[in-house]
């Protein structure tokens, strides 16, 4: 289980962000955040919690271990405004949380 | 890439099947999972295939219902779902997970299923 906060989180453009995951039942750093914009494929953006995937800003980090996991969005540009997931995965299944909706303020 | 294909409207209790066809990567080596999104809502994992195609899983609320497979000659991915039902509807997504980990890597452009 992934619970993710908030569901919905309002901000401008420059600003520094957080997104947190907590996980239940899991013993290791599996876990992915993943940006999706309206009607597009999910993007993923970093896994195994803090390694960021090929070509994505650095601007985006992640950190956590454990229970809790954090994506933070440093400096926040007008291509970020997205909903966001966090995602457990195992070799044989992978569980989500709700998604973290940012706006524009 | 991961082009996909078949999805649309079909009746409660109907059948479709899902097609995914892999190019640009050596898709033999990658496990390939289907997620797929109500409208509206979150994503929800599926089901999932080894390299081989020898062992499958799937989400309790569509086991027995749904079937996966591959056929690596063809690097295609497919969804055979059956007995389908109004909660099934919504964006599916053929996604191949990474080698060097289980997280989910390459993502299709999506499909839409409409159970109605």
């Known amino acids: 289980q992934m619970t993710q906060s908030p569901p919905t989180l309002s901000a401008s453009v420059g600003e520094t962000i957080s997104i947190t995951c907590r996980a239940s039942?899991?013993?290791?750093?599996?876990v992915a955040w993943l940006q999706q914009k309206p009607g597009k494929a999910p993007k993923l953006l970093i896994y195994?919690?803090?390694t960021l995937d090929s070509g994505v800003p650095s601007r985006f980090s992640g950190s956590g271990s454990g229970t809790q996991f954090t994506l933070t969005i440093s400096s926040l540009q007008p291509d970020d405004f997205a909903t966001y997931y966090c995602h457990y995965y195992d070799s044989t299944s992978k569980t989500f949380g709700q998604g973290t909706k940012v706006e524009v303020k | 890439q991961l082009a996909q294909s078949g999805g649309g409207l079909v009746q409660p209790g109907g059948s479709l099947r899902l097609s995914c066809e892999a190019s640009g990567f050596s898709f033999d080596r990658y496990e390939m999972n289907w997620v797929r999104q109500a409208p509206g809502k979150g994503l929800e994992w599926v089901a999932h295939?080894?390299?081989?195609?020898?062992?499958?899983f799937y989400a309790d609320s569509v086991r027995g219902r749904f079937t996966i497979s591959r056929d690596n000659g063809k690097s295609e991915l497919s969804l055979e779902m059956k007995s389908l039902r109004a909660d099934d509807t919504g964006v599916y997504y053929c996604v191949a997970e990474s080698p060097s980990g289980y997280y989910l890597d390459k993502w299709g452009h999506g499909t839409q299923v409409t159970v109605s």
């Open positions: 195994k919690a803090t």
């Open positions: 039942d899991i013993t290791n750093n599996w």
């Open positions: 295939i080894t390299y081989s195609g020898s062992l499958t």
